[in-house]
């Protein structure tokens, strides 16, 4: 299994407004780099388990559990993190089809932005707009962990991570100040890239 190698950031750490250098920093050199790491650790793990020919689990507890469960926390923490600092480093101005898509969808791009927000207040970790390629449209998502409100066939276009390491540095418990943060940050270019390349896909 091939190892898994931390993407750099398309933006300097201390370039984007009302997110510090110092919780970019973290977040992107600390945080991510774990979940790399831990994921490279985990499928190092499970090669002999796999190679041996005689895996054995138990759902109450074993190895092969606590490893496959740490597994979708860690890849999926790698992927979502992946979009989050991908979609970061711009203006802020909504453009494109997916601005476009959302205004159709949520009747403006700020009745996007008004539902968006609230999905990541509602959310313990995670709000997703994501492709459905079950159902070819746009649809929002929320996760407590990474590894759990998942949704099989859909593609994350815009991750907005609000675990606190994202913003309490910055402003503390006021969440919805870093919401705001985040769409001034949103590089549309590159959500519109990730959006074309989603729609390539069905499922039939």
């Not at 774990?34 to 041996?52: Q, R």
């Not at 759990?148 to 994202?166: K, L, N, Q």
């Amino acid at each position: 299994m091939p190892k898994k190698e931390q993407k750099p950031l398309p933006y300097d750490t201390g370039s984007l407004k009302g997110i510090s250098q110092k919780t970019v920093e973290i977040h992107h050199g600390k945080l991510y780099a774990g979940y790399v790491n831990k994921s490279n650790e985990i499928k190092e793990k499970l090669k002999p388990i796999v190679e041996s020919g005689k895996a054995e689990g138990n759902q109450i507890y074993s190895e092969l559990r606590g490893l496959k469960l740490g597994e979708s926390f860690a890849n999926n923490g790698v992927y979502l993190h992946e979009n989050y600092f991908a979609i970061l480093g711009g203006d802020g101005i909504p453009k494109g089809e997916v601005a476009d898509a959302v205004a159709k969808k949520y009747g403006s791009v700020d009745g996007f932005k008004v539902y968006f927000s609230a999905c990541g207040m509602a959310a313990r970790g995670w709000a997703i707009l994501a492709w459905d390629m079950h159902e070819q449209d746009l649809r929002i998502f929320t996760c407590d962990a990474q590894n759990h409100g998942g949704i099989w066939g859909a593609v994350p276009i815009i991750a907005m991570d609000v675990y606190e390491h994202s913003y309490f540095i910055d402003t503390g418990s006021d969440r919805a100040a870093y919401i705001k943060a985040f769409y001034d940050n949103l590089n549309w270019d590159k959500i519109n890239e990730l959006y074309a390349r989603a729609r390539q896909y069905k499922l039939d």
